[in-house]
C-alpha cells in the first residue's frame, strides 16, 4: 500500500523510533514544532479519525496511555498536548491516522 506512515512502520523508511508495540508505532516527527514532538500510530492502517468504528475503542484509548507514558519518559511534568488533525479541513497531511505529542513549551490557543 502505498502510505507514508505504513512503510515507517514496515521499516521501509527511516524513522527515529521511540516506542513500538504490537499496536502502535511512536516516532520523532521530522519537522519538529515544539522541543518535544512525537508522532503515535495505529500499526492498523486506518485513514482518519472520521473512519474510526466501534472495534477501534480500546487502540484509541491505547494510543492515550502510551502518549502519557511517552510524556513521562521525556520529562514532560508540566503538560503536554495531544493532537489529531482530522481529514482536509483539519489540516491532515497524511492519511494513516496519527497522534501529534508535544510539549516542553507553553501551548497557545486557540489553534490557527
Ligand atoms: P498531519 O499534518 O497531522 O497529517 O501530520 C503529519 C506529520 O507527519 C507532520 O507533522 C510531518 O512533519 C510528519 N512527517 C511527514 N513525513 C515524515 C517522516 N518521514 N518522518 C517523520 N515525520 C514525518
Ligand atoms: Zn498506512
Not at 511517552?70 to 497531511?93: I, M, P, S
Amino acid at each position: 500500500m502505498d502510505c507514508l506512515f505504513c512503510k515507517i512502520i514496515n521499516g521501509d523508511i527511516p524513522s527515529e523510533c521511540i516506542y513500538e508495540d504490537e499496536f502502535v508505532y511512536a516516532f520523532n516527527d521530522i519537522d519538529k514544532q515544539a522541543p518535544v514532538h512525537f508522532l503515535i500510530v495505529p500499526k492498523e492502517h486506518i485513514k482518519s479519525a472520521d473512519d474510526l468504528e466501534e472495534k477501534h475503542n480500546e487502540l484509541i484509548g491505547h494510543i492515550f496511555l502510551v502518549a502519557k507514558k511517552l510524556a513521562k519518559e521525556n520529562g514532560l511534568v508540566d503538560g503536554y498536548r495531544v493532537v489529531n488533525n482530522c481529514k482536509e479541513d483539519g489540516g491532515q497531511t497524511v492519511g494513516h491516522i496519527h497522534f501529534h505529542v508535544f510539549g516542553g513549551r507553553s501551548m497557545q490557543w486557540p489553534p490557527g
